[in-house]
């Protein structure tokens, strides 16, 4: 088994021109195609992310891949994002498949067991926004809701009429 710790020169001025040219060409195509490319809004955001990272380290370290290649793989990738997050805003169909829905998990201090279940989330997770929300009790809370991006929110109780804000969201209240 033989290790190489060094290919010679040209693979390293290989990979800085190509890691120049690929991240440039990754910059560009970004900025044309907006802001949204990148947030982590939801897994199908994340999962474009994990890709494009992965392209460009392809482009970079494999001898086999072109520039051109990995330009027009970027551009595809990011093409795809921008048509699913374009019909998801126009298509309440596309945008469910797509981001999924947000889903209450407690309601006025009650855990809504079915709900903690599909959401596949413990009490205790729920226990822990709470508290770094700042409250110290679940009787303080209006509701927890996990969003479409994983994330938790913590809606405070404040009066009676608050629980109108959470229509839309799935769960029992």
């Known amino acids: 088994m033989e290790l ?26 970004l ?3 907006g802001n949204r490319t990148l947030s982590k809004m939801n897994a199908f955001d994340l999962i474009v992310t994990v890709a494009l990272g992965s392209t460009l380290a392809t482009v970079l370290l494999s001898k086999d891949v072109a520039l051109l290649d ?5 551009a595809l990738l990011i093409s795809l994002q ?6 998801s805003v126009r298509f309440r169909w596309i945008r469910r498949l797509v981001t999924g829905e947000p889903l209450m998990l407690l ?17 205790d997770e729920v226990r822990s926004a709470i508290r770094s929300s700042g409250l110290a009790d679940v009787a303080a809370v209006e509701a927890v809701v996990i969003e479409t991006d994983g994330s938790l929110s913590v809606v405070k109780r404040h009066s009676e009429s608050s629980h109108s804000s959470l229509d839309g969201i799935r769960g029992r209240h």
């Open 4 to 29: 190489v710790f060094f290919n010679g020169w040209g693979s390293l001025l290989r990979i800085l021109v190509m890691g120049i040219l690929a991240y440039a060409t990754l910059i560009l195509f």
């Open 31 to 33: 900025r044309m195609s």
């Open 70 to 74: 990995g330009a027009v793989a970027l």
């Open 82 to 87: 921008f048509i699913i997050t374009w019909t």
């Open 107 to 123: 309601y006025r201090g009650e855990f809504l067991t079915s709900s903690l279940r599909q959401a596949r989330v413990t009490q």
